[in-house]
């Protein structure tokens, strides 16, 4: 990389100094617990993966870099504007709008100084490093709410899916389910599951990097990440309502209800790790030659001839 690589580490440190509080206060937040720590929890990661992308593919980003002046600070410029309108508008967009603006500013910077150091070429190999930033931008509450609201919905209907399995008598009522025992059970928004879910979808994209080849297969790996989390929760939620009725009503509110959720979220990724290995399976196959254009590639080959004299005795 040479003096490019240098003057781009130069320019990410320059850029952490300048959006270093709201990056602190992100990672603050994501440390922190209840509603904040969901939504940025998972930020803090997100560079780490990216480096780590980058680098596994380091020979081939950087093979042929050369700086792309026009692109890169066209990207700049638009950087800049996200961060200007983030500072005009901080009192109308309340903390969630102020933080998405400030840090899609953070990663369209970081984005152009790539371009502009290494090219457009270095950034066509190193798109879904890059692209990945994106995670990085804390959702707008709108989004966020819409999406909690969509994981309870599918959470109950999962739910009420896996206790029709076992036969136990209940009642739902939206997200509310009454069960034997008088025990009623409200999907909340701490039961969404949300936060595993983003865990489950970055598990997602950075094992289709690195173990599929083709776009489609990735695309199916990645698009299983919203099942899998809507059945790893109504499993969690069905669990913990049969082991309350039929066993101990302490357990709705025991250590399972507090600190389960690990065990249902690698539920999910065994789950994941094995559409991940078929996909793999299948991309490993030898593509099948057909006899006709067997016969074609033999027919191309020429006799070789022999490097030695022939000798009479």
């Known amino acids: 990389m040479g003096a490019s690589g240098a003057y781009f580490a130069l320019s990410i440190c320059l850029l952490a100094l300048a959006f270093w509080h709201p990056l602190v206060t992100l990672v603050s937040l994501g440390l922190g617990s209840g509603h904040d720590a969901d939504q940025y929890s ?38 800049l504007s996200f961060f200007v309108i983030a500072k005009l508008k901080q009192g109308q967009l309340g903390q969630e709008g102020y933080f998405s603006l400030l840090m899609t500013s953070f990663v369209v910077l970081v984005i152009g100084a790539f371009v502009l150091f290494f090219g457009t070429r270095a950034f066509r190999l190193a798109r879904f490093p890059l692209l990945v930033l994106a995670l990085m931008i804390p959702f707008p509450s709108w989004f966020l709410g819409r999406t909690v609201s969509s994981l ?43 936060r595993s879910s983003i865990a489950l ?8 990097d690195i173990f599929l080849r083709k776009g489609w297969k990735k695309l199916v790996l990645n698009l299983a990440v919203l099942p899998l989390s809507l059945f790893k929760n109504g499993l969690r939620i069905a669990t913990l309502s049969l082991l309350s009725v039929y066993v101990d009503p302490r357990f709705i509110s025991g250590d399972l209800h507090r600190d389960g959720g690990i065990l249902f979220y690698l539920i999910a990724c065994g789950i994941l790790g094995l ?3 078929q996909l793999r399976k299948s991309e490993a196959h030898p593509a099948f030659v057909t006899p006709a254009a067997h016969h074609e590639a033999a027919a191309s080959l020429k006799p070789i001839e022999a490097p030695f004299k022939k000798q009479t005795v």
């Open 201 to 208: 979808l970055i598990a997602s994209l950075v094992a289709s």
């Open 275 to 277: 559409l991940l290995w």
């Open 152 to 194: 309870q919905d599918g959470s109950a209907v999962v739910t009420a899916f896996l206790l029709n399995l076992t036969g136990m008598p209940f009642v739902r009522e939206g997200l509310v389910f009454h069960l034997p025992t008088n025990l009623n059970i409200f999907i909340a928004y701490d039961c969404s599951g949300i």
């Open 42 to 79: 998972h930020i803090m990661i997100i560079p780490l993966l990216c480096l780590y992308l980058v680098l596994r593919k380091r020979k081939l980003i950087f093979a042929d870099a050369k700086s792309s002046i026009g692109p890169g600070i066209s990207l700049l410029v638009s950087g």
